[in-house]
């Protein structure tokens, strides 16, 4: 299982978020599938946002 992490949106660049973890800025980006389907009713992030993150091992 993935360790999650906890993090601040500082910045939105396009598809990509800008976002301060244990004060380092980092760069993430949603699960591809979001963009995809009308079955998501949540709002997109956005810079104020608390978020939980899920690092994708694949892209280190």
């Known amino acids: 299982m993935k360790e999650k992490m ?3 949106i500082t910045a939105v660049h396009r598809e990509r ?3 301060r973890v244990n004060g380092e800025d ?3 980006r ?3 599938g ?3 389907t ?3 009713e949540e709002e997109f992030p956005t810079v104020g ?3 939980e ?4 091992v694949s892209e280190l």
């Open 6 to 8: 906890n993090g601040f």
């Open 17 to 19: 978020y800008e976002v």
């Open 26 to 28: 980092l760069y993430a």
């Open 30 to 32: 949603l699960k591809a």
């Open 34 to 36: 979001i963009y995809f």
């Open 38 to 40: 009308d079955r998501c």
């Open 49 to 51: 946002d608390n978020v």
């Open 53 to 56: 993150l899920i690092p994708d």
